[in-house]
């Protein structure tokens, strides 16, 4: 196994909450090269969590040689010794900058989450928690941190209900300027944080549901219970869960639980909903208006998915570095292998073939439209 596949392999264990195991990931690849400030890193973030505390420090500074101009490894490694220092204010900023550098790096988001805890801010430690697990695709990296009991607040609640007055500015005969205080969310919009809150702790909610009801169209199309009208508008949203034949909703279910979910995380829940039904009439209107043609709208918008998942790798290739290389390539040969799968199901009739270009070329730029990145990132 390469050194790749073995920090791909640390990193999953500790979203897992598994510390030990990524432990020993980060073990291997550090006998492969010893001269890495990511392996270093991760061994020292692992043992914050097995409570090896004095390895953690001495991982922590063999990141900061590795680094001496400084870097993201360093910075976190940084942050980790501020943690245990008990500067938790300081290692917040510490890491905030690295986020601010990189914000697709899931295990800062849980480390933010985690010290805005300790200083009491649970709203904001929730939406950073919320953040790794979707970067992580659900993971809650549990037993990954040390118990800390939270701060106490240095003022009372209600002093901070007052207006902060900033200084009379007497030379230039400036008057006083309030600084309006937080006004707290009336109850449309908690509920609506509740909401949003607890639906980013259920991943894979959406393609559960779309599992569920492809089933179930399926099944009622299949035994005769629906009959298809293309001439209502309408129904081309029905038929965006509706496959064929049983092969074809098994291959697309398949394709959902591995890709459909990875997408999922990667997105949030309401950009995965866009890209799943947007992709799926992109290439029912190709196949129905432009060829004259009816595929299987559930296959158009599966493969505007695997669209989506090659979007985020292209626009994300330069922070990924060679894991981004090497996943774009299985993309490509994954996208590839159910191109040829649905022309031999579809017997070379290439209206059906043209809509799933459509739709995995409209999945790819929807994707780069509405993927949450850095924009320098781009290329």
């Not at 904001?124 to 939270?150: I, K, M, Q, T």
């Not at 209900?161 to 600084?179: D, H, K, W």
């Not at 006004?183 to 980013?200: H, W």
Request: one cysteine or more; aromatic letters at 10%; glycine letters at 10%.
């Amino acid at each position: 196994m390469d050194i790749q596949t073995y920090l791909e392999q640390g990193k999953q264990a500790l979203a897992q909450g598994s510390p030990r195991e990524a432990a020993i990931a980060y073990a291997h690849s550090a006998q492969l090269e010893s001269d890495n400030p990511m392996i270093h890193l991760g061994l020292a973030e692992a043992n914050l969590g097995l409570g090896s505390y004095g390895v953690v420090q001495m991982a922590c500074r063999r990141v900061q040689e590795l680094q001496p101009a400084g870097g993201q490894e360093s910075g976190l490694a940084q942050a980790l010794l501020d943690l245990l220092d008990r500067r938790f204010e300081r290692a917040l900023q510490g890491v905030d900058a690295v986020i601010s550098e990189d914000p697709g790096i899931a295990y800062a988001h849980a480390l933010r989450s985690h010290l805005l805890r300790i200083t009491g801010q649970t709203y904001d430690a929730n939406l950073a928690r919320a953040r790794a697990a979707r970067l992580s695709y659900g993971g809650r990296f549990e037993h990954c941190f040390p118990n800390v009991e939270p701060l106490t607040p240095p003022e009372p609640a209600k002093q901070l209900a007052q207006p902060t007055v900033l200084p009379t500015n007497t030379a230039n005969g400036a008057s006083r300027e309030s600084i309006p205080t937080w006004s707290r969310p009336n109850g449309m919009q908690r509920r609506m944080i509740r909401a949003r809150f607890m639906m980013s702790q259920m991943p894979g909610l959406v393609t559960n549901i779309i599992v569920a009801l492809s089933i179930i169209a399926f099944l009622a199309f299949y035994l005769g219970v629906l009959k298809i009208n293309i001439t209502n508008p309408l129904w081309y949203l029905g038929l965006i869960f509706i496959a064929v034949s049983p092969f074809q909703l098994i291959i697309n279910l398949f394709s959902l639980f591995f890709v459909g979910r990875a997408v999922e995380g990667l997105f949030g829940k309401w950009r995965y909903i866009v890209i799943y039904l947007a992709s799926g009439l992109i290439g029912l209107l190709v196949d129905q208006y432009f060829l004259g043609g009816l595929g299987s709208g559930m296959t158009y918008a599966v493969f505007g998915i695997f669209g989506a998942l090659g979007g985020f790798y292209f626009i994300n290739r330069k922070s990924l570095g060679g894991f981004g290389q090497g996943a774009f390539q299985q993309w490509l040969l994954f996208a590839g292998l159910n191109i040829v799968l649905n022309i031999a199901f579809a017997q070379g009739q290439l209206t059906h073939v043209y809509g799933l270009i459509a739709s995995i070329v409209g999945g790819l730029i929807i994707a780069v439209l509405l993927a949450p990145r850095q924009r320098r990132n781009l290329f």
